[in-house]
Nanobody, 122 residues
Framework: QVQLAESGGELVQAGGSLRLSCVAS????????IGWFRQAPGKEREFVSA????????FYADFVKGRFTISRDYAKNTVYLQMNSLEPDDTAVYYC???????????????WGQGTQVTVSS
C-alpha cells in the first residue's frame, strides 16, 4: 500500500510560480516512480512529470517546456513539482500518483492522491 497526499495548489496570476508537494508513505512507495498528472475541466487526465524514487531519473511532458521541475527529498518522503511561468492553460486539479512505466511509453498509476487545485488567472 502507498498513501499520497498533495498540497500547494492555489490561485496564482499568469506568469507566477507555485510549488506542489506530495508526501508519500507506506512500505512500498520507494519501488515506484512518483508522478504528477493533471486534469482540467472537460478534459482527460494527462501526464505532467515523474521521478524515479530510487534513482534520480526525471521525465517530463513536452508541454512543460522547461517551466516545471520535479524533485524529491528523501528525508521528508516528499516529491515536489516546481512550476514557473504559469499560464491559464495550466489550470487543473493536479494529482500525485505512484506509477510504473509501460511498454507503450505511458504510465500506469497504482495509487493516487486526492488532488490539489491550481488556478491560474489571466
Amino acid at each position: 500500500q502507498v498513501q499520497l497526499a498533495e498540497s500547494g495548489g492555489e490561485l496564482v496570476q499568469a506568469g507566477g510560480s507555485l510549488r506542489l508537494s506530495c508526501v508519500a508513505s507506506g512500505p512500498s512507495f520507494t519501488s515506484y516512480h512518483i508522478g504528477w498528472f493533471r486534469q482540467a475541466p472537460g478534459k482527460e487526465r494527462e501526464f505532467v512529470s515523474a521521478i524515479r524514487w530510487s534513482v534520480d531519473r526525471r521525465f517530463y511532458a513536452d508541454f512543460v517546456k522547461g517551466r516545471f521541475t520535479i524533485s524529491r527529498d528523501y528525508a521528508k518522503n516528499t516529491v515536489y513539482l516546481q512550476m514557473n511561468s504559469l499560464e491559464p492553460d495550466d489550470t487543473a486539479v493536479y494529482y500525485c500518483a505512484a506509477v510504473r512505466p509501460t511498454v507503450w511509453g505511458t504510465w500506469s498509476g497504482d495509487y493516487w492522491g486526492q488532488g490539489t487545485q491550481v488556478t491560474v488567472s489571466s
